[in-house]
């Protein structure tokens, strides 16, 4: 089964609102991370290894490892906040991610 | 900083043709990797090069080879392209193997015919 579940697999917001987007992990994990994936395609590194909560802007990352969770805030969301938001873990002290399907965002006018 | 360039951006085949996907990273760094991303899907590691003359297979190796040529740069070849084949492959690298921060380039999108 798949070892990463995102959630909601989809999310369509009003330009102001605020988003939560939830990683949950079914196996032990050494670390994690957020990505944001461009329409076009491009990939992003958010927060590498979060643990606790971190804040980058309008961004808050709230990571418990030992309970195989993590979650991503985005406020006063904008249009240029939409794409699709990837997490990743890694095992071992590798850096073999394995990633979730992502939730895609569309935030609009 | 750096930056990871791969090549071509876009890639049109034919179904049974040898394809070859470019990347080439200025970071200095010892290890890249390939995945690929099937549309609305997550991620797959399909090869990965610790240091420089290294090759492993990720978990979505079959039908694909893979070259370390140097240490900036690191190919995959498509060894038989499936019909109607649509994915966009993804190239990465990171400090070490150990050091789990990721850069990726802007992807090769590959449609076959």
């Known amino acids: 089964g798949q070892q990463v579940q995102q959630s909601p697999a989809s999310l369509v917001l009003q330009e102001g609102e605020n988003a939560e987007l939830q990683c949950n992990f079914s196996?032990?994990?050494?670390?994690m991370q957020w990505f944001y994936q461009r329409p076009e395609g491009s990939l992003v590194s958010l927060f590498y290894?979060?643990?606790g909560t971190k804040q980058s802007g309008r961004l808050t990352s709230t990571t418990v490892i030992k309970e195989r969770r993590s979650s991503l805030h985005i406020s006063s969301s904008q249009i240029t906040d939409s794409g699709t938001y990837l997490c990743?873990?890694?095992?071992?002290?590798?850096?073999?991610?394995?990633f979730g399907e992502g939730t895609k965002l569309t935030v609009s006018s | 900083g750096g930056i990871i360039t791969q090549t071509p951006k876009f890639l049109i085949g034919q179904e049974g043709q040898k394809l070859t996907l470019k990347c080439q990273q200025n970071?200095?760094?010892?290890?890249m990797y390939w995945y690929r991303q099937d549309s609305g899907k997550g991620l797959r590691l399909i090869y990965y090069?610790?240091?420089?003359?290294?090759?492993q297979k990720g978990d979505l190796s079959e039908g694909y080879d893979a070259s370390r040529e140097k240490k900036s740069s690191f190919s995959l070849t498509v060894t038989s392209a499936q019909k109607n084949e649509m994915a966009v492959f993804l190239c990465?690298?990171?400090?070490?193997?150990?050091?789990?921060?990721?850069?990726f380039g802007h992807g090769t999108k590959l449609s076959v015919l």
């Open positions: 990465a690298s990171s400090m070490t193997f150990s050091n789990e921060r990721l850069f």
């Open positions: 196996t032990s994990l050494n670390s």
């Open positions: 290894n979060p643990s």
């Open positions: 990743a873990f890694s095992q071992g002290g590798s850096a073999k991610l394995i």
């Open positions: 970071f200095n760094h010892d290890t």
């Open positions: 090069s610790i240091t420089e003359n290294d090759l």
